[in-house]
């Protein structure tokens, strides 16, 4: 999931709090996508919202697109929470930020029925400090900060329960939430913060669970992770990255040609590469079992309120 935020410099520690929300676009513009839901990918122009323009597979997908008669528009968004209600609004054609839990868990907050009709890649979430060179080095009753996004938290604290860092009640689950941490249990105490701010925390705290898009953007590399989860653990699926887009569009075909385009042109897989310093794991996963994963943890992710 990626980023080109403007930051906020103000006090980040006055900012430590834990507040999924999903924030509504006000208004709404009409994309200029010439596709429809047919699309012949010839001389047609889609918008695509990302988090992260200038990570370096875009230029490479926009050139390859444009070989193959479509003119990709990328429209960057500065935080997680924008791309889709921007989709559902027809501000863009599709995005591509997210992973399917993310996903599910907008669907079900929103009443929306966005669709996965293509995978990326799965990233590793790591933990980073700039204090402390190992996670055994973390003093006992210090604070680690987390993303605040509901689907990110979870697995941030699953992260840190492997790490050793916490306990989590019921042995944790991709619901689990900073209500789930056993305080009295676990070594360091947690607070959430959007998931842009957790590489500026870093000076507060004594490490933060920063997702893969702000890595470098805060001057780290993807080796300083004092620890990570494992991207080609088969439970890890459910966090493949995907493209986005409105439910009536899960047949384009021009749309679907920009899925092909990006799983297997050389330059995007270079890029990708580089963007994550070699930690992602492409997947060229079928849309029907991403229509079906999908749904699974919608009804997961209902299930668990």
């Keep these: 999931m990626s980023i080109t935020a403007s930051r906020r410099t103000t006090s980040v520690i006055a900012a430590l709090a834990a507040v999924p929300l999903f924030v509504a676009l006000s208004g709404c513009a ?3 996508s010439d ?6 990918s010839e001389n047609e122009t889609v918008k695509i919202g990302v988090v992260g323009e200038s990570d370096p597979q875009w230029p490479a997908f926009v050139d390859a697109a444009a ?7 990328l429209v960057d968004f500065g935080s997680y929470e924008l791309p889709n209600p921007a989709l559902s609004e027809g501000e863009v054609d599709l995005n591509q930020f997210q992973h399917i839990v993310y996903l599910a868990q907008y ?10 009709i293509g995978s990326t890649q799965i990233y590793p979430l790591g933990l980073y400090s700039t204090k402390y060179d190992s996670v055994k080095d ?3 009753g210090e604070t680690v ?3 605040d996004d509901a689907s990110n938290q979870a697995r941030a604290l699953l992260v840190l329960q492997a790490a050793g860092l916490v306990e989590l009640k019921d042995d944790g689950t991709a619901f689990s939430d900073l209500a789930d941490v056993d305080e009295a249990k676990s070594k360091v105490k947690v607070t959430a913060l959007e998931a842009a701010l957790t590489p500026e925390a870093l000076p507060d705290v004594a490490a933060a669970i920063i997702n893969n898009d702000f890595v470098e953007e805060a001057g780290l590399s993807f080796d300083d992770a004092l620890f990570t989860d494992d991207p080609k653990d088969p439970s890890a699926l459910q966090y493949v990255n995907i493209f986005a887009s409105r439910a009536e569009d899960v047949d384009n075909k021009t749309y679907l040609k920009l899925v092909e385009i990006f799983q297997t042109d050389k330059g995007v897989q270079e890029g990708l ?3 994550s310093g070699g930690t992602g794991v492409t997947l060229q996963t079928p849309a029907d079992e991403l229509a079906s994963l999908l749904k699974d943890v919608q009804k997961d992710v209902s299930a668990n309120g």
């Design 30 to 32: 009409t994309a200029s």
């Design 35 to 40: 596709a429809g839901s047919g699309g012949d």
């Design 67 to 73: 070989a193959q008669g479509i003119t990709v528009e």
């Design 107 to 116: 669907n079900e907050a929103s009443g929306d029925d966005l669709a996965a």
């Design 138 to 140: 973390i003093p006992e």
């Design 145 to 147: 900060a987390v993303p």
């Design 273 to 275: 590469a580089k963007s």
